[in-house]
C-alpha cells in the first residue's frame, strides 16, 4: 500500500506495518544501468529505507530542473566496490561483504 514520505522527500513510499520486510524477503533486487554498460544490483538494504515504523521508501530521488545531477550515495554503495578504470574511462561494480572482509 503507498504512504507518504515524512519529510516529502523521498517520492515512492509503502505502508509495510505489520510485514517483514526489514530482512528484505519480499523484495526484489533493483538493477541501475548506466551509460556504457556498467550496471549495479542493488540488494533491497542498498535501495530502500525505513523513514519511520511501518513506512519504507526508496532512497533514489528523481532528477530534476533544480537538482539535474544523480548521486549514488552511501545507502547503495554498501558492501560493493566501485573499480574505476581512469585510462579505459569505465566504471565497474562488484559485490561485496565488507563486514566479512579483514
Known sequence: MHAQSPDGLLQLCYNVAGREVEAGESIPDLTLEFGGGAAVALKPENA??????GTLCL???ATTEQQPVSIL???AQQNI??????DAGTVTFAGADCAGSS
Open 73 to 75: 550515495g552511501n545507502l
Open 59 to 61: 532512497a533514489i530521488v
Open 48 to 53: 530502500f529505507v525505513a523513514v519511520q515504523e
Open 81 to 86: 566496490h566501485v573499480g574505476y578504470d581512469l
